[in-house]
């Protein structure tokens, strides 16, 4: 079947089975961000905007996704470096493998919820799995992260 | 120092955060052909026969390949230096399958689709056998785990096939059962380690084909880039010089990715049809199927006289390899070498030790590598000695930790020539508030907040056998390349060594661009493991910036017309000490690509003699519900002596991580089989490691000492970090609530019925 759907800003329309899962589909046009860490829907690593909402694409079907508004990484470029930045200031993005669905959550978070303590912080993020940190130095980052877009507005 | 020691970002940094694809299933052919393994639902069977015909026929079907169709040599996946410790016991696939999950057929074909149809329709017939599941009935059981008249071992490590045993040994100074009978304290305990899984982000994976010379080549996620090459190339019984390996990113190794676990399956599938090839493990393969932290059993007897003065120490370590024996030799030594040697001044010490096959999944190496389980066994013993005595924790190790100049006969008698432990837990006792905590404080609520300490060291590299070397060359406009071929696996290793190259150039580190591992290019390294990279390899990196810039002055001395001697290189330009002739470091990189016979270009090696071991004290409080025995994770202090930080930005984060997967195998993961040796913990759903909201709060300080044989006083950082939260979370929870557990991970049942038990 069809599905045709917006993807980074590009209307996009793809062959796919009756089966296929979103994150699958992602791979196959071309957004390599995407990432998979547990097929179980415990690690958030592939963790795309789906109408805006953060949403684990190994969890859903592709043929969900018909005329709706799909954001992976590669259409966050500008958000992700900015992030990015403060990440990577840390030394907290270590093996970047979970980055990506991290950062779609931590950019999901900034327009969702307006000065977040760290605890809600943490609960938002939490189903983002990390080995390598051990999460204090993203949270530094997230922490700083927030406060100058604060300080922006 | 300009660059070492500054917290610099990674050089990689930008396309990790913008998600750029630079790992191994990012770059691999579309056309690849997808591979997959049938596994045996058996712990211990033959395999009377295999029916493909069916399977065969479904469309996009390539080959499905079975034990007929490998080389009857038998290898070991486990990536260390030849000759490997770890016993030849494995076939590519072989007859007889050794656990639940082990390797039956490799299945190849166009998709994923059409591969896991041909997989449901081979017919296996086996012939089952009782399988050895009990790790303390493994040694001389009837029931042998390798019969096999092939099976061998290239190391004296004491190992014998047919009494189950991988490897077997002792080592002991002075009459541990004379000393231990005179001491006016003594503790005897057993402590239980359980197998605990890397859970890397990025699963085992690989992707093969050939090139237009006929060459195999390799693109895998591995931590051992060089020594999968003779992997492969055993495995395949081909010639080394056909095989070629190359190391993108990756995505975390822990030492998981130092077993060969992926790489033979589509490796073979190329040799054998000259397609390309992938393999890609799901998480549940990587749970079932991998290279977890061997199970231990530790028996500890510890002994004091009435000052508190520890006299002696006695470490028996049993060891479960599993089904095959990678790294079971070599993780079983830390148990011991880098437990005792905490502590000085002993009159004798003995560690004895059996590593045993058993019909589970075959074992590896975790960060921490044996040393982990040791450790907590050690440090939980020592802190019930101190219970015993009744003396403060703290007291008592600030008396008998190995100090800075003291030999440590239990650690091959070496000397600890750089060792700030001391300052180490007066640091950490002073972020923790010990004196006023320890050792438990009443919440009023039905919680108690206990809090617990417990040392820790590791080595830098194999001493005498790890060896790193880097190439280094000058290109036009002066610029350098870095050859390395340790294989960064996301802690940074291509910055921090291009920092210390920075460092000895002194330029940027922008001027300095750095490639990481091809087998065909870079220059030999044995690989990123045994925390070895910036200690062995970042002292190559200084040697080859020595005759790298004696090579440039050479050069210059040529179009300056003047004596070396009189020259001096600053980073940008090489002038002359008498006059005003100077030429730029440009100018000579410009100059050199035309009309020059001298090639400035270096190239140097390094292993060292020694592994000065980096040391650290763990502090943990923590929250135990007095009604539900849930233990949570309150503050857990670091506090690490690594010898001088090269960037302290990433030598914390090491840090942070390290004690996140430790808190991981205190309070949760375990690796749990079912009665008839099926594993249960296949997914994250069972398997849990921690999230952010698990890990409470860790704050980490650095007390460096300097190590005089290391590059800029550095010793390692990467493994130590794990090695502390397990006693210490134990003993808090002994102090808040008087339940000893010995068994890892410390549930909430454990602790529940610990209570219950007093």
Known sequence: MEVKFNLNGKPVAAEIKADTLLYDLLREEGCYSVKCGCETTN???????????????????AARVEGREVFTLEGLQKEAEEFGEFLAAEGAEQCGFCSPGFIMNVL?????????????????????????????????????????????? | MQVVNQAIPKVDAKALVTGKPVYTDDLAPKDCLEVKILRSPHAHALI?????????????????????????????????????????DRLILDKRVRFVGDAVAIVAGKDKACVTQAMK????????????????????????VHPEENWKSLCPVGADNKRNLCACGKDEKGDIDEVLKNCDYVVEQTYHTKACQQAMMETFRTYTYMDVYGRLNVVSSTQVTFHV????????????????????RIGGGFGAKQTSVSEVYPALVTWKTGKPAKIIFTREESQIASSPRHEMEIKVRVGADKSGKIRGIDVYTLSNTGAFGEHGPTTVGLSGHKSIPLYGGLDAFRFSYDVVYTNVMSAGAYRGYGATQGIFAVESAVNELAEKIGVDPVVLREKNMVKEGEVMPAYYGET????????????????????????????????????????????????AVDTGSVAMKV???????????????????????????????????????????????????????????????????????????????????????????????????????????????RDIGNRVMCNNEDSLSASEAHSSPVSPPPFMVGMAEVEVDTETGKATLIDYVAVVDCGTPINPNLARVQVEGGIAQGIGMALYEDVVYSSSGKNYS?????????TRLDVGKIRVEFESSYEPTGPFGAKSIGEIVINTPSPAIASAISHAVGAKIRELPITPEKIYYGMKKQ
């Open chain 2, 229 to 248: 090459r003779r992997i492969l190339a055993n495995a395949l019984c081909i010639p080394k010089s056909k095989v070629r390996v190359v190391k993108p």
């Open chain 1, 108 to 153: 999901a978070m900034a327009r969702e919820l307006d000065e977040p303590d760290m605890e809600e912080i943490k609960e938002y993020l939490s189903g983002n799995l990390c080995r390598c940190s051990g999460y204090m130095g993203q949270m530094r980052a997230v922490e700083k992260y927030i406060k100058t877009k604060r300080e922006d507005r």
């Open chain 2, 475 to 585: 290109n036009d406009d002066g610029f350098y390349s870095l050859m390395i071929g340790a294989s960064d696996m996301g802690t940074g290793c291509d910055t921090i060594l291009a920092q210390m190259a920075a460092e000895c150039m002194n330029c940027s580190v922008d001027d300095i661009v750095v490639s990481g591992v091809d087998t065909d290019i870079s220059p030999y390294d044995t690989g990123s493991y045994a925390s070895s990279t910036t200690y062995v390899t970042g002292m190559a990196v200084i040697k080859t910036c020595e005759s790298l810039k004696k090579k440039i002055i050479f050069k210059a001395a040529k179009y300056l017309d003047c004596t070396e001697e009189e020259l001096e290189f600053d980073g940008k330009k090489v002038y002359s000490l008498k006059d005003q002739r100077e030429i730029t470091l």
């Open chain 1, 43 to 61: 690690c958030g690593l592939c963790t795309v905007m789906l109408d805006g909402k953060p949403s684990l694409s190994c969890s859903i079907l």
């Open chain 2, 416 to 463: 600890a020539n750089s060792c700030a432990l001391d300052r180490c837990m007066a640091k950490a006792k002073e972020m923790m508030h010990w004196d006023e905590k320890y050792p438990c404080k009443d919440m009023g609520n039905g919680k108690v907040r206990g809090v617990g300490v417990a040392m820790a060291m590791q080595g830098s590299g194999i001493s």
């Open chain 2, 48 to 88: 009377k026969s295999i029916d493909k015909t069916r399977a065969l026929k479904v469309p996009g079907i390539e080959c499905i390949l079975t034990y007929e169709d490998c080389p009857d040599e038998r290898f070991t996946m486990a990536g260390q230096t030849y000759p490997e410790p770890s016993p030849y």
């Open chain 2, 682 to 690: 296949n997914s994250f759903m069972q398997y849990k490691i921690p």
């Open chain 2, 121 to 144: 329709m081979i017919k296996v017939e086996y012939e089952i056998l009782e399988p050895v599941l009990d790790f303390r009935k493994a040694k001389d059981n009837d029931i042998l």
